[in-house]
């Protein structure tokens, strides 16, 4: 099989194969294996780049989309989603959606793939040729689209086209869209918000975390408009930045926003929000946006308007408001993804019948990575969704005027035990988020080193 089938050149073809979630996927020869657990950004090695860092954030793409579809928190009555992935690259998101999202749900999902990159692009459509999904689609691209018709390939579910993603953005209107450059996503935040129906998910990432969380102070003011401190709460307020800017971008275009799930993921910052059009709701924006101040009793306070003297010690502006949507978020579970996207047996015996190199190893450390993609989601989806204290566990001794921090599980049981909530947030730092005043959460550190000593 060579890209000569539909049309395009592939030096290279067909690479090495790796298997992400229960998709076979095909890599350059000069890209290395991947590591289990990749943390950092990978390096980009030219045209056709597959980040493996990245596997968690489309994993978790694939559960919110099969969520929307068999929850209807979007679309009622069983109707079809309209899915654009403005920047695919090699496709392995889109193929993911077809792959692995529920059988029975597959015609509800009219996906869109959109890359400038020839070579990409023509790599994502030859992998989706040489593996095509077990399920068939009963739609054609003729319904898929409304309009003339327009030029691109649709191959068994997925419509390819070849545009600079703002130009794809400006041609259609899309009930979800999904933008993942290389760098920073500010440059089609208008025209992706400006593609959304009425009602629709926009899912972006970045991956300028300097700029985000303040350590380029100079990237930062220019791409997002705000003053960052590098501390324990650089990765929170690196988030919060960029859903401030998706909310008051899109209050310019008349429409609001509700939050879905935002994390900050090793190497990079990945928003889901619900955006719909009211100018009413758009117009209270700035009911959630302000700063975090650090303070001297407390780690910090949000203000709306901080004073001169406390601008000092606050970044922002930022999203102050919920971070997640609380309904969905539970239901991000690990036995859940392991339902969605962990590989049977036939799709190891499948991958390893084309080139797949793997032992049981292997196997153990994907179904682990699987499960850390939504470790902790669930269980913090209450506090994530309402107001809430976010704490380092590296920072209590300091606060606590005690030795040593105890661990992490016995301060949430113990704030659990006094009648608050608490959980770990899903942050490779030792956070937690608790209801509990910052006072509270004090004494119980103090009684637990008191219980320690005796």
């Given amino acids: 099989m060579t890209g000569d089938n539909l049309g395009g050149n592939l030096d290279?073809?067909?690479?090495?194969?790796?298997?992400?979630?229960?998709?076979?996927?095909?890599?350059?020869?000069?890209?290395?294996?991947?590591?289990?657990?990749?943390?950092?950004p990978a390096k980009k090695?030219?045209?056709g780049f597959l980040n493996p860092a990245m596997a968690p954030a489309r994993t978790r793409s694939v559960l919110l989309l099969a969520d929307v579809l068999e929850n209807d928190w979007l679309i009622k009555d069983g109707k079809s989603i309209r899915v654009f992935d403005a920047l695919c690259s090699t496709g392995v998101r889109i193929r993911r959606w077809r792959n692995e999202i529920p059988g029975e749900l597959q015609n509800r999902i009219r996906i869109t793939a959109n890359d400038l990159d020839d070579f990409a692009l023509n790599w994502a459509k030859v992998s989706h040729q040489t593996h095509p999904p077990s399920v068939s689609i009963d739609h054609s691209i003729e319904s898929d689209r409304y309009g003339k018709k327009p030029e691109g390939v649709f191959e068994n579910g997925i419509f390819f086209q070849q545009l600079d993603a703002r130009v794809a953005l400006s041609e259609a209107s899309y009930q979800w869209i999904d933008v993942d450059p290389f760098g920073s996503p500010v440059s089609f935040l208008d025209s992706a918000i400006q593609s959304l129906a009425r009602t629709g998910v926009l899912e972006v990432t970045a991956t300028d975390t300097a700029a985000l969380t303040g350590s380029s102070l100079s990237s930062q003011q220019r791409r997002y408009g705000a003053k960052g401190i590098v501390d324990l709460y650089a990765h929170d307020d690196a988030v919060r930045t960029l859903m401030g800017l998706i909310a008051t971008t899109a209050a310019r275009h008349d429409k609001s926003m509700i939050p879905i799930l935002a994390?900050?993921?090793?190497?990079?910052?990945?928003?889901?929000?619900?955006?719909?059009?009211?100018?009413?709701?758009?117009?209270?924006?700035?009911t959630n946006m302000g700063w975090r101040v650090r303070c001297d009793d407390v780690p910090y306070r949000f203000k709306q308007h901080p004073n001169e003297d406390q601008l000092e010690r606050a970044s922002g502006p930022m999203w102050i408001g919920p971070m997640w949507n609380h309904q969905i978020t539970e239901r991000m579970t690990e036995q859940r993804a392991m339902e969605?996207?962990?590989?049977?047996?036939?799709?190891?015996?499948?991958?390893?019948?084309?080139?797949?190199?793997?032992?049981?190893?292997?196997?153990?450390?994907?179904?682990r990575e699987l499960c850390r993609s939504v470790r902790h989601i669930s269980k913090a989806a209450d506090l994530m969704s309402r107001e809430h204290l976010l704490l380092n566990l590296d920072s209590l001794p300091?606060?606590?005027?005690?030795?040593?921090?105890?661990?992490?599980?016995?301060?949430?049981?113990?704030l659990i035990d006094k009648g608050h909530c608490a959980a770990?947030?899903?942050?490779?730092?030792?956070?937690?988020?608790?209801?509990?005043?910052?006072?509270?959460?004090?004494?119980?550190?103090?009684?637990?080193?008191?219980?320690?000593?005796?």
Wanted: a neutral charge.
């Fill in 398 to 414: 300091k606060w606590s005027g005690t030795p040593g921090a105890p661990k992490m599980e016995v301060l949430i049981q113990c």
């Fill in 45 to 47: 090695t030219g045209s």
């Fill in 340 to 367: 969605i996207c962990h590989p049977s047996k036939e799709d190891i015996v499948r991958a390893k019948s084309v080139g797949l190199d793997w032992d049981d190893t292997d196997l153990e450390y994907a179904t």
């Fill in 12 to 40: 290279g073809w067909p690479g090495s194969v790796w298997l992400e979630g229960r998709t076979i996927i095909h890599m350059q020869n000069g890209q290395p294996r991947p590591s289990h657990m990749p943390r950092g």
């Fill in 424 to 454: 770990r947030a899903p942050d490779s730092e030792p956070v937690f988020v608790t209801d509990a005043t910052f006072q509270d959460v004090v004494k119980a550190v103090q009684e637990l080193n008191n219980k320690s000593t005796k």
């Fill in 263 to 286: 994390l900050f993921d090793g190497h990079h910052v990945r928003v889901s929000v619900k955006l719909s059009t009211s100018k009413e709701k758009a117009s209270q924006v700035n």
